[in-house]
């Protein structure tokens, strides 16, 4: 067997991977009653040596409900008719999924608003203020 890489520091074991052929429903003929094409991948995220913290804890919140309590990601495939490409989709879809993890996120950089933009919002407020103020009624005495 040999290594899934996921990145260039990042690969691995396909041994680490268990695959399960179970009886799927949909299109198959005849053959949807005899024949076990759909594929049940399991992946033991919790317990992979391959895979470094930050990266478990990102694929654990991507996966969902498809990660187990006991931290294994379960990827079902059944759209085709023949074992193997349900077995190619699956291994595809678990790739996409862990190089989607090992993606750092990028952290937000706090801005400020620029000072004319400061400025326009406190002039703005001004003169929302004068309009308001010509709304009042005018009591006797309050004339300038």
Excluded: C, W, Y
């Amino acid at each position: 067997m040999g290594l899934i890489k996921i990145t260039n520091q990042i690969a691995v074991d396909e041994a680490e991977l268990e695959e399960k052929f179970v009886r799927s429903s949909g299109p198959g003929g005849q053959n949807v009653n005899k024949v076990s094409t759909a594929v049940q991948l399991r992946f033991d995220v919790e317990n992979s040596p391959s895979l470094p913290g930050a990266v478990k804890v990102r694929l654990k919140a991507l996966a969902g409900s498809r990660m187990t309590d006991e931290g294994v990601l379960v990827i079902d495939a059944r759209n085709h008719r023949t074992q193997s490409q349900n077995r190619k989709e699956a291994r595809d879809r678990l790739l996409e999924l862990l190089q989607e993890a090992a993606e750092e996120p990028t952290p937000r950089k706090k801005t400020q608003p620029s000072k004319r933009v400061k400025e326009k919002r406190l002039e703005e407020k001004r003169h929302r203020s004068r309009i308001k103020q010509t709304r009042r009624s005018v009591k006797p005495g309050d004339e300038e």
